[in-house]
DNA sequence: TCCTCACGGTTCGGTGAATGAACTTATGGC
DNA sequence: GCCATAAGTTCATTCACCGAACCGTGAGGA
């Protein structure tokens, strides 16, 4: 039962897309994925998704060529987007910016930065300062403005409470 | 019951969206009312959701300020785009990208053109000739190259088996 | 007036997925 | 060998989705 429930217009490119991506959990571990996240105890801690789910989605999310699972010299797999999965970003930063716009904050904002020339990211995905679409590698996310009092205190998150350019893998060291 | 389950990272914008429209069926209903659909049995006929879950999904989507219920001038209640459902055009744009280099064919492909210009839009949303980034309602779609054998005979599917401009309420003239 | 139909729901039983906790296996360090 | 961790798997419960049947309202026709 790995193959999701279909939608039944299938030559609509959004339903076919949202066949895979509109799952519960798998966007958000793309998402995850984009940061830099590539093991599953990771993803599992910063997104609180149950286990069986999480194996769930990981594989169907390689079945469909958007992850690709490798093996680490450690022993332990680990999981990095293939240029398919990458092609995703501009999905993902429509829904940053809607949801910025809408739900958070101005000063809650986390701005994203473009390697090359440093010109933060405008809502259309170009770079404000040379005007190009950089490539998620290209991005730098920082924190926002203003500290937030609860931190959480999975990897991922203090990996993220400091600059760090997109698709590059988070600190393995643990906190404390 | 109304709320969709919440995920865990209140923080993120992109969590924030999709505890609405990452909800089943929500974001192709939010297609069909960027296409023009308006009416609970259009949206029913042309997606194929049972009757209670888009009940379900049309009151969120009310209640989120995604779209706006309106009593037409025949008693019927109609559904339409607030400024709020119409900045998800964005997002759903990439996913008809996406969607399309890997699902559809090249001919399967519907082009988009800008109603001011006539251009056709490019992958990054913005028109290919006069370079602005058009709004959904000065977009027209267009049927595919390739004519599909298999047609579907709802009212929606009717209405764009021909050039339709988004945004603008389908033909109400029942086929055949 | 009565009948019928279409539309927009609501209700309900059956089914499958999501969830959290407990259990299993493999790996590495001491 | 012993312990800790990582990555699953299994399981019972809960919950959402599904399809079908059932309501309530308004329009149109005989």
Same mark, same amino acid.
């Given at each position: ?30 998402? &995850? ?8 105890? &990771?993803?599992? &801690?910063? /997104? ?82 040379c005007g190009t679409r950089p ?9 926002r403005a203003k500290t937030s ?17 997109? /698709? ?9």
């Open positions: 039962m790995a193959l999701p429930r279909e939608y039944t217009s299938e030559d609509c490119p959004v339903a076919r897309a949202l066949e895979i991506v509109g799952e519960r959990w798998t966007l958000l571990i793309v998402r &995850d994925a984009l940061y830099g996240v590539s093991r599953f105890s &990771d993803f599992r &801690d910063h /997104l609180g998704i149950p286990r069986a789910v999480l194996t769930d989605r990981l594989n169907l999310l390689v079945e469909n060529g958007i992850l690709a699972r490798v093996t680490a010299a450690s022993g332990r797999d680990e999981y990095s987007l293939t240029a398919k999965g990458e092609g995703l970003w501009p999905a993902v930063w429509s829904l940053i910016t809607w949801g910025n716009e809408h739900y958070v904050s101005e000063d809650g904002c986390r701005p994203f930065t473009h390697v090359g020339c440093g010109g933060t990211l405008a809502a259309d995905g170009r770079c404000e300062s490539q998620p590698g290209e991005l730098t996310l920082h924190p009092p609860a931190r959480k205190t999975d990897p991922v998150s203090q990996a993220l409470s400091v600059p760090h350019r997109l /698709l590059t893998p988070i600190a393995r060291t643990p906190a404390q």
